[in-house]
């Protein structure tokens, strides 16, 4: 892997306080079934792009893209398509 | 031990400096005094924000790296010369500035110390921030999990916590670390001297037998090979966690 | 009155007052690079440009037809919607406008299509009269890969995620086709001047 690569790759650890935000309670031990290749991946272990113009999460199995968030005027669009099924407990 | 609140939004809150320790020529760690501060687990970071005078705004990560006993809130920044971020945190920032943060983040990247498993912590530069918080943790509940803690540095100047970690080493009480110096070594060093591989991970790991937990921390590159190698070596995916830095952040 | 950190400045950046910058945009030095994925690897000889959709007759060029086409050098200020300008960026690149021509359609819209699954979309009209290129160099040298080399689509008058990326191809269509972005926040159209940054804006 190249240095640019690396740089811009992260994981699900790295989004923990914004998914705090939006689902108002700690996310990264979530289990998300992938829409796409039907794995399932912690949050903590997500592939996670956060230089972008919104974050990209992207399964670290298939590299289907899992999730977009956008933030912008006061507002959250969040867009989950790539996650078939998430299971968390309260 | 105290537990964290996993439910509710977290709020921005102030952090003050208290201290400001050098690790290594490039590392410091912010010691802070965080009114209100809930409790953390050992893994878990805080997020801060920095706001300029023009209203631009810019947030980091960053793993705490006080066990949750402590009364103070520490975290461990790489100044990294062309960074955003760290150069204001070790540079600028002086005792009784305020710094904004929020926290504790994290339930995927944690130890609390119950489990019986043993340990083995695989950590690449400031990637043993984390890797140190579950080390003083054990260490301050006097905890005997056995525990080995695989740590790669450029050079020994660049160990961070190097003589704090050869003291709790020598306590004999099951924690061993293992050092491996990849751009330098002093000399007569008879330790590792490259960067982590699977002979050395078969030397250091436990015995996958004995069905240890993992937790990888470092740069993406490093952390990447590390883990697959170690699920290549047959060690349960499940058990091996891993936080990637990126490019450490800046 | 919110919180200023004490003594951070930040990353350089200038918003002084230019009639060059669009409103709540700063000025950088560097060249961010954004991302949404892995960077994608293209070698030469797999690399194709593709023209398809409402057109009687999809055409394709390889690298090497590709770079025996008219090509132009343009400097242009471009605008991401992060926030960062950057003046006098120079480009070389073959015009879509040499692209789309003889080409007769009915299609109202674009999408820009990349190695990687990104795209993005555009009415037909703002990627043509001189307002788009393919662009394969940036300020004299080829494009790096992570700037979206071998080729990226250049629309300087839109915010620079209309510019996608190891562009694959354009899809000419009768009905908007709202792409990566546009479908989770970002406003459809993006013109940085009018500010349109999200949707509603």
Redesign the interface.
């Known amino acids: ?1 190249t ?1 640019q690569q ?9 989004i ?2 914004l998914l ?2 939006i689902f ?6 979530a289990q998300g079934t992938c829409a796409n290749c039907g794995k399932v991946h ?4 997500v592939v996670v792009y ?1 230089h972008a113009p919104g974050v990209v999460v992207r399964c670290p199995s298939c590299d289907n893209v899992q999730m977009k968030i956008v933030q912008g005027r006061g507002k959250y669009w969040v867009d989950m398509s790539g996650v078939r099924c998430l299971e968390f407990s ?1 | 031990m105290a537990g964290t609140a ?5 709020i921005w809150q ?1 952090g003050t400096l208290a201290e400001l320790v050098q690790e290594t020529p490039k590392v410091a760690s912010l010691i802070l005094d965080v009114p209100g501060w809930t409790g953390h687990l050992a893994g878990q ?1 805080v ?1 801060v924000r ?5 209203g ?1 705004q ?1 947030e980091r ?1 960053y793993s705490i790296a006080s066990p949750p006993e402590d009364s103070r809130l520490a975290i461990t920044v790489e100044r990294l010369d062309d960074g ?1 971020v760290s150069p ?1 945190l070790v540079g ?2 002086r005792k009784g ?4 943060l ?2 504790p ?5 944690v130890w609390r110390g119950e489990d019986e498993r043993p340990v083995l912590l695989v950590g690449g530069g400031s990637g043993v921030v984390p890797l140190m918080a579950m080390i003083r943790h054990r260490a301050a509940n006097h905890l005997k999990t056995p525990t080995r803690l695989l740590y790669s540095s450029r050079s020994l100047d660049d160990v961070i916590y190097r003589a704090e970690l050869e003291r709790l080493a020598s306590a004999g009480d099951g924690l061993t670390v293992t050092h491996t110096l990849t751009r330098m070594q002093p000399p007569g060093w008879s330790g590792y001297a490259r960067r982590i591989d699977s002979a050395m991970l078969a030397e250091v790991a436990w015995p996958k037998a004995q069905m240890p937990i993992v937790y990888v921390c470092g ?3 490093m952390v ?1 090979s590390a883990a697959s190698l170690l699920v290549d070596m047959g060690y349960d995916p499940a058990s091996v ?7 450490t952040g800046g | 009155m ?10 350089r ?1 200038d ?1 002084a007052s230019s009639s060059r910058l669009p409103p709540g945009q ?1 000025l950088v030095n560097d060249f961010p690079v954004l991302s949404a994925g892995p960077t994608p690897r293209i070698p030469q000889a797999e690399w194709s440009f593709v023209i398809e959709g409402e057109i009687d007759k999809p055409r394709s060029w390889t690298w090497d037809e590709f770079r025996k086409l008219p090509t132009e050098q343009v400097t242009k200020d471009i605008h991401c919607v992060t926030k960062w300008s950057k003046f006098d960026t120079g480009w070389t690149g073959v015009s879509v406008d040499t692209l789309l021509e003889g080409v007769d359609t009915a299609a109202e819209y674009v999408v820009e299509f990349s190695y990687g699954g990104y795209t993005t979309n555009l009415p037909l009209e703002d990627v043509t009269g001189g307002k788009a290129w393919v662009a394969f160099e940036f300020d004299g040298q080829p494009l790096h890969p992570e700037h979206g080399g071998p080729a990226r689509m250049l629309v300087p008058h839109l915010y620079f995620w209309k510019s996608a990326k190891w562009i694959r191809g354009l899809r000419l269509v009768n009905e908007d086709q709202p792409g990566f972005w546009e479908q989770n926040g970002y406003n459809n159209y993006g013109d940085p001047w009018r500010e349109q940054r999200y949707w509603g804006d």
């Open positions: 892997m240095a690396s740089d811009m790759k992260l994981d699900g650890n790295a923990g306080g705090r935000e108002a309670m700690e996310m990264t031990m912690m949050v903590g272990e956060l309260v | 996993v439910l509710g939004r977290l102030f970071h997020d920095l706001t300029a005078d023009d631009y810019t990560s955003e204001y600028e920032l500035d305020k710094l904004e929020r926290g983040i994290g339930g995927y990247f740069p993406t590159p990447e966690k891993t936080e990637r830095f990126g490019a | 919110s919180f200023i950190s004490r003594g951070f400045r930040g990353k950046r918003t700063y």
